[in-house]
């Protein structure tokens, strides 16, 4: 409510009534409203406007005669309604609480506004009682609320704790807060069914917001060019390095308002936080909105109602990312955890077998949806790979047990092109030994950085790191044949690549450009690291011209790591997976031992290895900038390293 003076305007009637009940965004649409043009009334926006009150009270009393301490009262005609609300052009919150029963018996303000259109959204019960009940419940209704109301109205005209214990007590039916608490489900199923019934929501069904967090954390982002602003800004940044989406198809769902609003929240909230927050979201509200998103229930099936649908499961990978690189530990690997396994439950591993699959009705869904649901699969592999790997634990997928073809649409194509609606499906290999051939026939197509591309990459990376884990836990050498079976592995698929596509400078001659020139750099990482693991000196058994080979290969495979990172434009940062930090870090170690256990200090060697090191933790700085996991890792670096590179004066956090 603007003011008091706007009261008497002649303005309205209403032409929108907001049928949402208490805290369902109702202060949300109310500001959305107000950019719309339309004066929209809010109770809590003109909380200290009297005459309010005392009318809301009197159409409350009205309402439910019943309700304890009413006093009886005729009912409400449009001249009294008009009272109210004659001066807007759309009615939220408190107002349309004490109306939707649609009664024909009953005629109430929905009846004397014939015209109006008539917006519902609805909210899973849970998430909507946990904020009913701590904002309303908990402040009005206790005994020390209600006698403090009893003694406020009548000395100060103020009934606004009066009017909304009357409201709840009596659109709940009953007498205390107990019973409040006893009929709290009963209520807010009754009042959307009456809701559905209702002469203009006939064959419609209320928009349902089943949100994660509160809405107030969004509130200051609640209009439509910001937070299209941030996703705009999600899909230039950090989208290649999550790719859960078609830009151009999932923008125009949202301009039809049919993605739901805690996904949009959760992109929105992880690209300010990485990129910095915008003038409008508070650094405070910010990390209260990311901390309840981290905190609400994740992904499961029960009587509550919660959904595994596509955007679910979008917005568990997004809070997966930004958790485990934002909060690495176990808490982060676990949640990545769940998400693998509720992955495995609804069958993404078995998409092309849909007698597996759960996740969707493959007869019903576009082929456009199931590339999504794809992309979904593929980014939980990869979760579960990086994680895994760093942790030194057993991987959650079982690569043999996957029957889900890889994506044919670029992740970075907004428009599925005819060759790739055309082309044949593409499915990793059981083993390692046949990564070659998968990508020779991905790079035929001419897709030389796109998603496919990582996913073989990563894939090698996956199994060193599960033989690595191996030789740790059961000796060298009883892995001996696997490891010289990988190297080959690893050999022929560096082969099968493309000209030119190890070289880490950017390929200005075919248009190469720096986004997908940092994709393809993360990919040569990920071939770097995988050497790195797969030479890894063990014990001497073998023979002392063995172990020194492999030693000094890693030392290559290392300098390796430094030219690619010598190529690296910081600008991009955000495009990638932070997860290559940990590459970074591992070369950065065996660079350190090699310059320690160097034994002529100032060679040339040693100079080039202390260079190399300074170059790498300049990388983990960069990074450190947006992410917590590289932070943790140049500190780690830092003290590790202290004693001669003076790590510890090139960081200051």
Known sequence: MSSPASIEKAAGPPIVINAGCWRTGTASMAAAYNLLGLRSHHTLTGIGYLRQWELLEQAMESKWPSAPGVRPRPPFTRQDWDRIFGSYDAITDGGVCHVPRWNPLERDYTAYYPDAKVVAMERNFERWWRSFEAELVNRLLTPSATVANWIIAP?????????????????????????????????????????????????????????????????DIETWRLRLGCLMKFFEEIHSAVPLFEKERFIRLYDGCAVRRDLIVTMAAVTAKILGPIDTWSSYDLDLCLNSLLASPPLREGSDGVQTDLDSFRQECLLAYYDFHQFPGASACMRITRLTRKAYAVGLHQIENPGLCSAFQPKAETEDVIEDWRYVWWCIYCFDSYSNISAGTPFIVDEESINTALPRRPFNQDVVSPWTASSPKVFLPDGPS????????????????????????????RNAGAVVRLRSEKGPGRHRARVADLKRSLASLRLALPPRYLNPTRNVLKSEVPPDHHVRLTNILHLHMARIMLCLPGSLSA??????????????????????????????????????????????????????????????????????????????????????????????SAEQFIDSSGFADLLAF
């Open 155 to 219: 000395l100060t005209g103020f009934h606004c704790g009066n009017c909304c214990q009357k409201t709840i007590l009596g659109a709940f039916g009953a007498r205390n807060i107990r019973e409040v608490l006893a009929k709290a489900r009963e209520y807010y199923t009754g009042y959307y069914d009456d809701v559905r019934r209702g002469p203009k929501m006939q064959n419609q069904n209320p928009w349902n917001l089943t949100l994660g967090p509160d809405p107030g954390p969004f509130r």
């Open 543 to 636: 023979g002392e011209e063995e172990w020194m080979e492999d030693w000094q290969q890693t030392l290559e495979a290392s300098q390796d790591i430094v030219r690619v990172v010598e190529q690296w434009d910081n600008q991009f940062s955000a495009h990638v997976d932070p997860a290559i930090c940990f590459i970074v870090f591992l070369a950065l170690a065996i660079m350190n031992l090699h310059r320690r256990s160097s034994i002529d200090e100032p060679s040339e060697l040693a100079t080039t290895i202390s260079q190399s090191e300074r170059i790498l933790m300049l990388f983990l700085e960069q990074f450190s900038s947006l992410w917590t996991l590289p932070r943790f890792l140049a500190r780690k």
């Open 434 to 461: 046949e990564l070659w051939e998968i990508a020779q026939e991905i790079t035929s197509y001419g897709d030389l950085n796109g998603f496919d591309i990582h996913m073989v990459t990563a894939t090698m990376l």
